[in-house]
């Protein structure tokens, strides 16, 4: 198991424990998320984005009767843009069970449990994992903690569209 702890092993074992605890706890969210609860947050987003790129139309164009109409409906919008929010800060639920998952996921890899060494890891955490060839013709090192973000919001963003949630999903 040594060799998992060293590029490119590392690099390929923290995307695969990236990218299915990001598939898990999408789907979780997905399961706790009513199919009428979905549909309801992708008609209020597509009213929503109409009414803004209406508003953004007529203030480009300077549009008098179009400005006129947005304003009108402003109001509605604002609403629907809070209910929105509501319900997003509703899908919060899971977030005691996401960061249980990933405590134990660290622990798991780390050996460490916040500050504490709990026993030996595969991983301190400190030691690159992975590296970013794209910064100044030199390739920036990554450690556990960084390149499990980056992998982690890559992977969420795209679960998140695949299962319909989130402000990304699909129309």
Do not use: H
């Not at 706790?32 to 007529?58: G, H, Y």
């Not at 997003?88 to 460490?112: D, E, N, R």
Request: hydrophobic share 50%; glycine share 8%; with cysteine.
């Amino acid at each position: 198991m040594s060799f998992l702890a060293s590029p490119p092993a590392s690099t390929i074992f923290i995307l695969g424990v990236s990218l299915l605890l990001s598939f898990l706890i999408s789907l979780i969210n997905r399961l706790s998320t009513s199919r009428e609860k979905l549909e309801q947050q992708k008609a209020w987003r597509k009213e929503v984005n109409a009414w803004l790129s209406d508003f953004n139309k007529a203030r480009r164009t300077g549009d008098k009767k179009l400005l006129k109409k947005v304003q009108k409906q402003e109001k509605r919008i604002k609403q629907l843009q809070s209910k929105m929010a509501s319900q997003s800060f509703g899908q919060m639920k899971i977030l005691p069970i996401t960061m249980a998952v990933l405590l134990l996921v660290w622990l798991g890899l780390t050996g460490k449990l916040l500050n504490w060494q709990i026993f030996p890891g595969l991983f301190s955490g400190l030691e690159p994992v992975a590296y970013l060839p794209w910064f100044g013709g030199k390739a920036m090192p990554l450690n556990l903690f960084l390149w499990y973000l980056i992998c982690s919001f890559a992977f969420g963003a795209l679960f998140s569209r695949l299962f319909g949630l989130g402000m990304g999903a699909t129309e």
